[in-house]
């Protein structure tokens, strides 16, 4: 199995992509972070969503349309 045959997310932290890992087998529909340090920190520094594959980061704070 390759690795770019698993399937894959992007942390709501960082905004990084990972990929699916043998610990998150049962549990992979929950996965939201890539690391427990993304889940500690739990706020974005940006704020990136997913619209049909693209993602768009948009900086965060008071200069932010």
């Known amino acids: 199995r390759k690795k770019s045959d698993l399937p894959s997310k992007i942390c709501r932290t960082c905004a ?8 998150w087998a049962k549990t992979w529909d929950e ?3 890539c690391s427990q340090k993304c889940r500690r920190t739990g706020q974005p520094a940006d704020v990136a969503t997913e619209r049909d594959g693209i993602i768009e980061v948009a900086p965060s704070g008071a200069d932010a349309p």
Request: proline content about 9%.
């Open 16 to 23: 990084r992509p990972f990929v699916w890992r043998k610990k």
């Open 31 to 33: 996965v939201l972070y």
